[in-house]
């Protein structure tokens, strides 16, 4: 009767200690965050030689931060079933890169501003949002990013500041790219983007 | 049998004319005696800002459905929105739904990329990528204001 009893508070146990994984995604985010913000205040990188050294170590944080491929095909949206499977690979690897030589000056830019967790809202399952501010001298800036769980780890899917939403913006514009050029021509397009900006 | 002929005329026409009234009301009011087969879906917003039940929902500039519901969810502060979509409109779990105006002060709409690389979503699925309507006075006021310290 008493081992039956133990057994079964064990059982409780685990139970209640489910809802745990709450607090995860946030805690996923908040790591790399922190860990962004580490790279941007280490004094042995402010040297202008150091800017490349930094740009790596940006690097790597994303790749661990970010899910590249959810990423990729909700921005194509229903243009990802026209690429095969060697574009799908290539946009993935461009996009990234445009991604980078659009935002890494802004991102390098940083000065001292703060990054406040908010809260954190579940939008599915799978999914959750983050919410954050971003507090600069003069204004209060909402980034929200949104999470999803692939491979027992939360990556962000998307970047969604002011309420506009980084993936439906590039949804946009890669529909209109693909609504007057094949896959190829729209991977053409990006590869001089990258090469050229 | 001249009694007759006149009282069944004016039953016709009557009858006719019920029949008229029944049809516009059909029309014009969006009453459906046959119901127009619609599955639901929801979705949940920052804002909802002027979107009421009855409120059109687009797909690349068609009717698709109707806004039927509006409720808010305090403890995550969002609205949540329950829509109609036409049977036979696909949508995915990758869809975006956003809030907009029409033109810059008009009614409030809201329109549906339905995605398409991700799994076809059931009736009472959920829209998880949604955008409010952008509110122009705010971002002016945070951004030209706040150039006015530097």
Not at chain 1, 73 to 85: E, G, I, T, V
Request: proline letters at 3%; hydrophobic letters at 40%.
């Amino acid at each position: 009767m008493k081992r039956l009893l133990a057994v079964f508070s064990v059982f409780l146990f685990l139970l209640l200690s489910l809802p745990v994984h709450a607090g995860v995604p946030m805690d996923t985010v908040q790591a790399n965050v922190d860990k962004v913000i580490e790279v941007l205040r280490d004094p042995k990188l402010k040297a202008e030689s150091a800017k490349e050294t930094k740009k790596e170590r940006l690097r790597h944080i994303y790749d661990d931060m970010f899910d590249q491929v959810e990423l990729s095909r909700r921005a194509l949206a229903q243009n990802w079933n026209k690429l095969n499977l060697a574009q799908r690979e290539e946009f993935v690897n461009l996009f990234r890169q445009m991604l980078e030589k659009t935002y890494i000056d802004q991102i390098l830019a940083y000065v001292d501003e703060k990054v406040v967790f908010d809260r954190e809202v579940q939008l599915s399952g799978t999914q959750t949002e983050i919410q954050t501010i971003v507090v600069t001298s003069s204004k209060k800036i909402p980034v929200f990013y949104r999470v999803i769980l692939k491979g027992g780890g939360w990556k962000v899917y998307d970047v969604v500041i002011e309420n506009v939403s980084m993936v439906s913006n590039y949804r946009t514009q890669f529909n209109d790219i693909l609504a007057k050029n094949t896959p190829e021509q729209m991977l053409e397009i990006l590869r001089k983007k990258v090469k050229g900006q | 049998m001249k009694k007759y002929a006149m009282e069944t005329t004016v039953g016709v026409f009557f009858f006719v004319g019920l029949l008229l009234i029944g049809i516009m009301t059909v029309k014009l009011g969006h009453v459906s005696f046959f119901g127009e087969k619609t599955y639901p879906l929801s979705a949940r917003f920052t804002s909802v800002t002027g979107l009421r039940v009855g409120s059109p929902v687009y797909m690349f500039g068609i009717e698709v459905g109707r806004v039927e519901r509006l409720t808010m969810d305090q403890k995550d502060r969002k609205a949540a929105v329950e829509l109609q979509i036409n049977q036979g409109i696909k949508v995915y779990d990758d869809a975006i739904a956003t809030i907009k105006t029409e033109g810059l002060i008009g009614d409030k709409y809201l329109r549906i990329d339905p995605g398409g690389a991700g799994e076809l979503l059931t009736p009472g699925g959920t829209i998880t990528e949604t955008q409010p309507d952008l509110d122009i006075g705010d971002l002016i006021g945070k951004y030209a204001f706040g150039d006015v310290k530097k």
